[in-house]
C-alpha cells in the first residue's frame, strides 16, 4: 500500500444531516480509503457508521465536505457511475440487497446488467456461490432464505460484480461459525480492499488492518487513513 498514492476513497469534512433531526449523523468527518487496505469502523448504535458507508459511496448526500474517488471530487453521475462500478456494498439488512425470485437470478442480474451474456452471467454467479460454500442455494426462491442464507447471497450479488473495494455492514449478522469462518478465509484472500462495520471483534482481528471509531457522528478513535 501507498499512502502517497490518492486515497481510493475519502470524505473530506463531510456532514450528512437527516431531515428528520436535529442533529448531524455525521458531523465534520474526515477519512481516506488506500487500495489494499482492510478497515474496520466501529462504534455505538446510531453512531453513524452506516450514514458513514453510504456517504462514501454516495448514496447519502452530504450537506457539506467533498467525497474523493482516486482525489478527484465526485460530482456528477458519471463521476458516481465511476466509483460504483470499483466500489460494492453489501447492506446491513440483506433484504434490501435481494430482490430476484431465485438466489441464480439475484446473483446473476449486477453481471447481466453489465453486458455479459446470460450463459456468462449464470456462470459467474455459479462460481460466487460456490466459492462462499452455498452453491446449493442457487436454485431457491431468495424470500424462502435464512437470514444467515440470505445475508451469504447478498455478499455474492455484490461480489459478482468484481468490485475493488467492498462495504460491508456488520457481514456477520445471522452468520453461523461456518459462515464468519468462510468470510474470515475468503476475503482476505480476495486481495480486495475492505471497509467492514462490525461488532466481532474476533471477526475483525482476523480480518482487518486498521480501526476508525466514531462516536456521535465524528471520528474519536484509530487512524483516519490521511
Ligand atoms: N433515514 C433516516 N432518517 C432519519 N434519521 C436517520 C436515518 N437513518 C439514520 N438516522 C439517524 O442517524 C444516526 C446514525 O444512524 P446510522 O444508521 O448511521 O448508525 P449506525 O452507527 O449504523 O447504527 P447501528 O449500529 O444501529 O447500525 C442515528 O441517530 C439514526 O437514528
Ligand atoms: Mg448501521
Known sequence: MDMKESPLLALENATVHYPSSPSPALDGVDVALH????VCLTGDNG???TTLLLALIGLRPLRSGRLLHHGRTV???RALFTLRKEAGIVF???EDQLFSP???EDVAFGPLNIGLTPPAARQRALEILESLGVAVLAERMTHTLSGGQKRMVALATALAMRPRLLIL???TNDLDA??????????PRSGLTLLVVSHDERFLDALTTRRIHLMEGR????????
Open 35 to 38: 487500495s489494499g487496505e482492510r
Open 47 to 49: 453512531s453513524g457508521k
Open 75 to 77: 460530482a456528477d453521475t
Open 92 to 94: 446491513q439488512h440483506a
Open 102 to 104: 431465485t438466489v441464480l
Open 169 to 171: 455492514d456488520e457481514p
Open 178 to 187: 461456518k459462515g464468519r469462518a468462510v468470510l474470515e478465509d475468503y476475503l
Open 219 to 226: 471520528i474519536t478513535g484509530g487512524s483516519k487513513g490521511l
